[in-house]
T-cell receptor, first 118, second 109 residues
């Protein structure tokens, strides 16, 4: 099992550019999510999905779009990059979904994408 | 709402020293509590967890006890190694998952 994979590992964008961060998992998990990690702030939830065709917003969704066409893949799109989106982005998946519709049990994380927006 | 507060770092210890990283939480009901570890250049991975009061999670010599009376889940290890150098995150699972800010640990030989 590869677990959760993410590409690219590093990316530099100019303000206004768009790009897609890729995420895939081979554990057949229904739940997938995207977080951003900023110094001193821990991880914050951007978007999540409880299955193919179903997505919802997390804590900090503005400026990002997601789609879930298959169980395996959950790409994150930056529509028009801004310097405030400079961060490390983690994709995660979970076998368990809480009654609230979000993961409340163990999550499996990808290695992250370090994004810099100039 | 749900939140997690963990001790600020960085923490620097000598090999074989005792480690404590404090974590306290605020939540309604009965959350699950987790410690994740992030090694350099990698994603977070689960270190240990506890799902109810007085449970003790343990793994790789680390342990933490779910204390409802003090709303705490402090991480401890009796003798750290250089290979334990990493960032440690406390997390709470209730209606959603909340992460602490992370504590960077450096262990020197």
């Amino acid at each position: 099992n590869a677990g959760v994979t993410q590409t690219p590992k590093f990316q530099v964008l100019k303000t206004g550019q768009s790009m897609t961060l890729q995420c895939a998992q081979d554990m057949n998990h229904e739940y997938m999510s995207w977080y951003r990690q900023d110094p001193g702030m821990g991880l914050r939830l951007i978007h999540y999905s409880v299955g193919a065709g179903i997505t919802d917003q997390g804590e900090v969704p503005n400026g990002y779009n997601v789609s879930r066409s298959t169980t395996e893949d959950f790409p994150l799109r930056l529509l028009s990059a801004a310097p405030s989106q400079t961060s490390v982005y983690f994709c995660a998946s979970s076998y368990s979904i809480g009654t609230s519709g979000k993961a409340t049990d163990t999550q499996y994380f990808g290695p992250g994408t370090r994004l810099t927006v100039l | 709402g749900n939140s997690v507060t963990q001790m600020e770092g960085p923490v620097t210890l000598s090999e074989e020293a005792f480690l404590t990283i404090n974590c306290t939480y605020t939540a309604t009901g009965y959350p699950s509590l987790f410690w994740y570890v992030q090694y350099p250049g990698e994603g977070l991975q689960l270190l240990l967890k506890a799902t109810k009061a007085d449970d003790k999670g343990s793994n790789k010599g680390f342990e933490a006890t779910y204390r409802k009376e003090t709303t705490s889940f402090h991480l401890e290890k009796g003798s750290v190694q250089v290979s334990d150098s990493a960032v440690y995150f406390c997390a709470l699972g209730n209606n959603d998952m909340r992460f602490g800010a992370g504590t960077r640990l450096t262990v020197k030989p």
